[in-house]
């Protein structure tokens, strides 16, 4: 593999810079490599005990070369914190002069040492390493910043095996590859042929040694590389005549991959692929087609770091709306505001003292330092989650993004852990991406702790995802819990070992307290149940022996502490040693520590009574938690009746079997795995757990049958949130039945609603309920009519119009044959939205709509004839038909304020806005769309969002607030990149509203200055742009929001406030409405940045009389 030509001998130097070197204050100093700039030197920097590389350059650059040499290396800053660019700790010069940089160390060498010990390394391992060092490229051009000199021996290895570009701009600096004695001193073989022929260095020159790089680590050896004997100018001629086609024809690769090579060196530098960026997406794009793992592109989350698809045009004409054909946003993943830390459920909080395990807790931090999974592994009972938790909680502040707990011991489907991460995560995605793709989407430039708790169950689902996720996403670092290691690459195994207990038969006194965590952990929660517990010189000697009995283990401690209540630790004592002993004759095959538990839990059940053991077995049948309805609900019977459930519950609180939470206003009761596991045992080994499995379906299917009757009403809210509270519950009922014969009639029942999926931003998981329930029973039926036509109203809400009309026509066909109006209804308004919407035929559009509501009418079904009503005054809107469009807002209004519905409402206000907007009305068009915004936001119905703040932006274009409509729109595309949905979801009218007042606030601004606000925008976290949108505070640092002109009705209305007229006054005098004038003065108080009217009136009389004059 050729990369350099001869380099002079340099020994004597090498020595005299090892000493200067060494003056500088550097010790330990080796020499470890040499190029055709400089000599590579291993050093120690005392100072901060860490060992780094030097760089020396050995070429005598002139004055004017020395000076490009610092500003290219202070450019080089701008680039260190990238995940694929070798890290600058300083430069400075040597006492000769002669200038050096100081590197990170890369032990595990280059590419280059990679391929030469090696050999190739196939073109599935060296795709990911050609995306990441396209993305360091793609971002040091956005900088201004050329490589010059791309090839295997600058691509290091780090640590953790990913590849990082060095070296940038050094050729540059010292004459291309040539030096001043004409000898070369580049890599002619990775040089483009442009560049050779004398031409200047760019972008696509960058690009082919990229591509060159590749082919050489695909194959072994660069694409030119130097024959033997041939010398350099024939190996420059070859370069610059040979047809790369004959170089590309013996080598085994898929052909795409082999375009995508051949385009990137391409030997005219016009036709070649134009940026790093654009390659990288190619390359990403070849291993989707081939079903790999796909790399994330690392690019700064700036706005100016953005990556433009091939094609499109550069940022200063670029249109926000030129992309809106696609799901995509061309707009790479941004980094948010720090989240939260949580878990799926509930804080990240523990709920009693976490004791010992300190070196534990430092021992796992420390291993993220060198590894990015981390798996916790031991029995159960160990204390692994704990010990997660805690790690989590200590190494919250080194994750910008936030810390997320998720646990898994409910989940039972592999194919649901993509969307219990998705979901956990808030990302609300409704395109028709994979989970798994949306969840690598969301994570690639995210830097943030996931906490995977109880993998045991699903090894090897949760393996394939970690190690999509960790190569899609650099930054992200994941501690797992388990029984088995995962056995993927990367993986670093922690083993949890017990606690440490005393020797019984060493002297013990009240000291043990200090000495071991296990006797800690027993005095701790014992002293919580008998407040005047403590070790002392009479029972040291018991509780030492206790604690050597259950092993340190901390669930078998916490079990026998729970007895406390009525024994003391002598008789807890001598009755743990019978029941050991027992469990020693009867189970020789488990292991000592798992017979130590299940001796414990065996015990626990001993001592519940009747009721207790009952309810232990029938709550098991419950995802994560339950409510004390549910719990009543579904496990009472004869035998255990409703009465007696609440105080078998407070009971198994008691006994540390339940642990008790309150969410939402609401008690809730849930179980440790091991302890829900023994439950679940218990009640397959009586028979009775398919008849309580029903039971938990039916109680499910009740309750989201009762919330979609109810969804119209005022109590909607209340019911969005229950329903995200059960939502797992929900998710165990559908899993039911799928997986159970005859049960697929319950599901399609319990996934018709269309609420659960819509409103609480669940589509991508209720496309996949739908499709998989709807496939187990083909017959026509009523339940199978709701189905089809609930999965069409989320296909057209994703844009998949085919999709959505072929689901549509299936279910009117059944609807009509089985006279089921309701049905036959849904089926003909999604149609009649796939016409308004994905089709622009609004008149066409105008009769399904009229001839569904009849057919709602007639089936008195309630609710869905108002989501109707908002599609259809929609139509109106895209007909030019305010006026009509008024009148079903009207009804629409009139409907939400008897029955107290919001949901509903907050469309119908954007759809209000919207006409207002059209009308001329931009006052109005805002209060309307600030009104919707707010309801929306309690829901986090990220479509809803993402449109109003479309419309709002529109409606600032429209006030002649240019900048704001920029900054709103950039926050509006990252939401919709967010959602996953097409922006607008598709709705071409709509769309081609967005495409001119866009055109008006850019007309307005200029290209610059436009492009400038929306990126602005765009990097605003979600609830920041939410602020911004609603006028709770000025426009972004950089704007110049506070010296916007008031219009001319602004400047009168602030003269009448001046005045001291009333908005009720003002209204009058200016012969308009109350709510306009109300707009207009909160208008002028959020543009002046005032927040009363006293300072509107001091301000007018300012521009009246400005300083200065009489």
Not at 197 to 225: K, M, N
Not at 259 to 282: F, H, K, N, Y
Not at 381 to 397: E, F, H
Not at 556 to 566: G, P, T, Y
């Amino acid at each position: 593999m050729d990369e350099t030509g001869p380099v002079p001998a340099l020994s004597g130097l090498a020595l005299r810079i090892a000493s200067e070197l060494m003056a500088t204050g550097f010790e330990d100093i080796h020499e470890i490599g040499r190029g055709g700039f400089g000599i590579v030197y291993r050093c120690r920097q005392p100072d901060l005990d860490r060992v780094v590389a030097v760089k020396v350059l050995t070429a005598e650059p002139d004055g004017s070369n020395r000076e490009r040499f610092w500003r290219e290396q202070r450019a080089m800053g701008k680039l260190s914190g990238h995940p694929n660019v070798v890290t600058i700790y300083d430069v400075g010069a040597t006492s000769s002069g002669r200038p050096f940089i100081v590197m990170e160390y890369h032990r595990r060498d280059s590419l280059h040492a990679l391929i030469r010990s090696q050999g190739p390394i196939g073109w599935e391992a060296a795709l990911p390493i050609a995306i990441k060092i396209a993305g360091a490229l793609e971002t040091a051009h956005r900088v201004g910043m050329l490589h010059r000199d791309v090839k295997p021996s600058n691509i290091l290895i780090t640590d953790y095996g990913e590849p990082q570009l060095a070296d940038f701009g050094i050729a540059r600096i010292f004459g291309g590859f040539e030096t001043a004695d004409r000898r070369v001193a580049g890599s002619p073989a990775f040089i483009a042929p442009e560049v050779i022929t004398g031409g200047q260095p760019s972008r696509t020159a960058d690009v082919y040694g990229l591509g060159a790089t590749l082919f050489c680590a695909i194959t072994g050896h660069a694409a030119y590389e130097r024959r033997s004997g041939e010398s350099v100018v024939a190996q420059f001629l070859r370069i610059t005549r040979e047809p790369l086609a004959d170089v590309l024809s013996g080598v085994a690769i898929p052909d795409d991959l082999n375009d995508v090579i051949a385009a990137a060196m391409d030997r005219d530098p016009q036709s070649r692929t134009s940026t790093p960026g654009e390659l990288g997406e190619q390359l990403r794009a070849v291993e989707a087609r081939h079903e790999l793992p796909i790399d994330g592109l690392p690019l700064p989350d700036t706005g100016d770091a953005r990556l433009h698809n091939a094609g499109r045009a550069p940022p200063a004409s670029r249109s926000r709306t030129a992309g809106r054909d696609t799901a995509a946003s061309p707009l790479p993943m941004r980094a948010r505001k720090k989240p939260e830390s949580k878990s799926a459920d509930t804080p990240l909080g523990e709920l009693t003292s976490f004791v010992g395990r300190q070196h534990e807790v430092a021992a796992v931090r420390q291993l993220f330092s060198v590894s990015r999974l981390v798996t916790l592994i031991g029995i159960g009972g160990v204390g692994k989650s704990r010990l997660a938790l805690r790690v989590a909680q200590k190494a919250s502040r080194a994750f910008p993004d936030g810390v997320f707990v998720v646990e898994l011991a409910a989940l039972e489907d592999p194919d649901l852990l993509p969307y219990t991460i998705v979901d956990m995560l808030g990302i609300r995605d409704h395109s028709l991406r994979a989970p798994i793709t949306v969840l690598c989407e969301h994570l690639r430039q995210r830097r943030l702790l996931l906490v995977l708790d109880s993998c045991e169950h699903l090894v090897g689902a949760v393996a394939s995802l970690v190690d999509d996720v960790l190569r899609a996403a650099p930054t992200i670092r994941v501690l797992a819990t388990s029984q088995q290691a995962l056995r993927i690459a990367g993986e670093h195994l922690y083993p949890v070992l017990p606690l440490p207990v005393p020797n019984p038969a060493e002297p013990v006194g009240p000291e043990l307290t200090t000495r071991y965590p296990s006797v800690v952990l027993f005095a701790e929660r014992s002293a919580a149940l008998v407040p005047d517990f403590a070790i002392t010189p009479s029972n040291a000697g018991a509780v030492a022996r206790l604690c050597h009995q259950l092993e340190g283990i901390p669930l078998a401690i916490e079990l026998a502490a729970a007895r406390m209540r009525v024994l003391t630790v002598n008789e807890l004592e001598r009755r743990l040693d019978d029941r050991f002993q027992l469990l020693r004759d009867g189970s020789r095959n488990l292991p000592q520590r798992h017979q130590t538990l299940q001796a414990l839990i065996d015990w626990s059940s001993d001592l519940c009574t009747a009721n207790e053991q009952a309810l232990w077995a029938r709550a098991s049948v419950f995802a994560r938690d339950v409510g004390v309805d549910a719990l009543e609900a579904v496990c009472s019977d004869d035998g255990l009746p409703t009465a007696a459930i609440l105080d078998a519950a407070a009971a198994l609180v008691d006994k540390s079997i339940f642990i008790r939470e309150e969410r939402d206003g609401q008690v809730r009761f849930r179980m440790l795995e091991t302890i829900r596991a023994y439950g679940h045992a218990r009640l397959a080994a009586s028979g009775d757990e398919p008849s309580l499995v029903r039971r938990h379906r039916d109680w499910y299917l009740g309750l989201i049958e009762a919330a979609d009757r109810e969804w119209g009403g005022s109590q909607q809210q209340q019911w969005a949130s229950r329903l995200q509270v059960e939502h797992a519950n929900v998710r165990r009922g559908l899993e039911y039945c799928a997986s159970e014969p005859g049960e697929a009639r319950i599901g399609m029942r319990i996934a018709s609603v269309l609420w659960l999926w819509l409103a609480l931003g669940h589509l991508a998981e209720g496309k996949l309920w739908l499709d998989r329930i709807l496939a187990l029973d083909t017959e026509p039926s009523h339940e199978r009519a709701w189905a089809l036509a609930t999965a069409g109203y989320i296909a057209a809400t994703q844009g998949d119009k085919a999709l959505a009309v072929a689901m549509a026509e299936q279910a009117r066909t059944i609807a009509s044959a089985l006279n089921e109006p309701g049905a036959r209804a849904f089926a003909t308004h999604v149609l009649a939205v796939c016409h308004c919407s994905l089709t622009a035929e609004p008149a066409a559009a105008i009769p399904l709509f009229n001839e569904a509501l009849q057919l709602y009418d007639n089936a008195n079904v309630p609710v869905y004839p108002d989501l109707l009503r908002i599609d259809l005054a929609l139509a109106h809107i895209f007909l030019g038909e305010l006026g009509q469009a008024t009148v079903v807002n009207d009804e629409l209004f009139e409907r939400s304020r008897s029955t107290g519905e919001s949901w509903g409402r907050s469309y119908a206000l954007c759809t209000r806005g919207l006409s207002a907007l059209l009308s001329g009305d931009s006052v109005q068009a805002e209060s309307d769309l600030h009104e919707a915004l707010k309801i929306k936001r309690f829901f986090h119905d990220t479509l809803g969002l993402a449109t109003t703040l479309d419309m709002l932006a529109w409606t600032a274009a429209a006030s002649g607030d240019a900048e704001r409509a920029a900054t709103l729109l950039g926050a509006a595309t990252t939401l919709w990149q967010e959602s996953g949905a097409p922006p607008l979801t598709g709705a071409i009218t709509l769309v081609s509203y967005g495409e001119r007042f866009e055109k008006t606030a850019r007309t307005k601004l200029g290209d610059r200055a436009f492009n400038d606000a929306f990126e602005r925008g765009a990097a605003l976290p979600t609830e920041e742009s939410l602020t911004l949108a609603l006028r709770e505070r000025r426009q972004p640092p950089g704007t110049a929001c506070s010296v916007t002109k008031l219009t001319r009705r602004e400047s009168e209305v602030a003269s009448l406030v001046a005045d001291g007229l009333s908005n009720k006054a003002i209204a009058a005098r200016l012969v308009i409405s109350l709510r306009t004038a109300e707009g207009h003065v909160e208008n002028i108080l959020n543009k002046l940045g005032f927040s009363s009217r006293a300072q509107i009136a001091s301000w007018i009389t300012q521009q009246h009389n400005p300083a200065g004059k009489a």
